[in-house]
C-alpha cells in the first residue's frame, strides 16, 4: 500500500496541526496505522498506532493527552490531531502501516521496524 502523509507546517508553541494520511489502496481497512516521528540527529521515534477497525489507540508518553490518532476507512485515511504544540515536537513526522495478526483491544506496534509500508513524511516545526 502506497501512503501519502501530508498536513505538516509551522505553527507556534501551544498551537495545533493535524497530520493527514492517505492512500488509494482499497483495502486501508485491513492495515494496522503508526505515527512516528524523527528529529533532526535523532532516531526515528514511535508516536501513536492505531488498529486496523479503529477500536484501539496507543500514545508515546510524550504526546499521550496531547495528540490523538484516528482513522476513516470509507475515506482510506487516518489522522493525527496535534494540539498544545511544543517546540520538541518539531520533527519530520511519517505514517506507517502493515498488516498484523494482533488488531483488537490491546493491541500496538511502536516498532518502526515491524511496519513495511511508509509515507514520505511531512514536517512539522514548532516556534518558541
Known amino acids: 500500500v502506497q501512503l501519502q502523509a501530508s498536513g505538516g507546517g509551522l505553527v507556534q508553541a501551544g498551537g495545533s496541526l493535524r497530520l493527514s494520511c492517505a492512500t488509494s489502496?482499497?483495502?486501508?481497512?485491513?492495515?494496522?496505522v503508526g505515527w512516528f516521528r524523527q528529529a533532526p540527529g535523532k532516531e526515528r521515534e514511535f508516536v501513536a498506532s492505531i488498529t486496523s477497525g479503529g477500536g484501539y489507540t496507543y500514545y508515546a508518553d510524550s504526546v499521550k493527552g496531547r495528540f490523538t490518532i484516528s482513522r476513516n476507512n470509507a475515506k482510506n485515511a487516518a489522522y493525527l490531531q496535534m494540539n498544545s504544540l511544543k517546540p520538541e515536537d518539531t520533527a519530520v513526522y511519517f505514517c506507517?502501516?502493515?498488516?498484523?495478526?494482533?488488531?483488537?483491544?490491546?493491541?500496538?506496534?511502536?516498532?518502526?521496524?515491524?511496519?513495511?509500508?511508509w509515507g514520505q513524511g511531512t514536517l512539522v516545526t514548532v516556534s518558541s
Open positions: 489502496e482499497g483495502t486501508f481497512s485491513d492495515y494496522f
Open positions: 506507517a502501516a502493515d498488516r498484523f495478526s494482533c488488531a483488537g483491544y490491546g493491541c500496538y506496534e511502536p516498532d518502526p521496524d515491524e511496519y513495511d509500508y
